[in-house]
């Protein structure tokens, strides 16, 4: 399994980001999706997931509204799009998926925002 973000960087408050993370090394389109963020000295934390067709999505309350999850099953590709960017959202962004018995992560990326 191998799972590569990218897309983030650094961005002004109100602005947006769309990471995007490859998928491969296992069936993509048969497996639920998740996106997670660590802030600086915090938790990692759940931020959205997606349903293994796409049919459901379920978000943070701090990103609902602001933050929409999205797949690409014939590309094998997750993308979590960023609106209304917020300093608090500064954080790395990993994808995730949890093939039992374990939870596979990608490297991160780094979403900074700042002006």
């Known amino acids: 399994v191998q799972l590569v973000e990218s897309g983030g960087g650094l961005v002004q408050p109100g602005g947006s980001l769309r990471l995007s993370c490859a998928a491969s090394?296992?069936?993509?389109?048969?497996?639920?999706m998740r996106w997670y963020r660590q802030g600086p000295g915090k938790e990692r934390e759940l931020v959205a997931s997606?349903?293994?067709?796409?049919?459901?999505?379920n978000y943070a309350n701090s990103v609902k509204g602001r933050f929409t999850i999205s797949r690409d099953n014939a590309k094998n590709t997750l993308y979590l799009q960023m609106n209304s960017l917020k300093p608090e959202d500064t954080a790395v962004y990993y994808c995730?998926?949890?093939?039992?018995?374990?939870?596979?992560w990608g490297q991160g990326t780094q979403v900074t925002v700042s002006s």
């Open positions: 995730s998926v949890r093939r039992v018995p374990y939870t596979y």
């Open positions: 090394g296992f069936t993509f389109s048969n497996y639920d």
């Open positions: 997606i349903t293994s067709a796409g049919g459901s999505t």
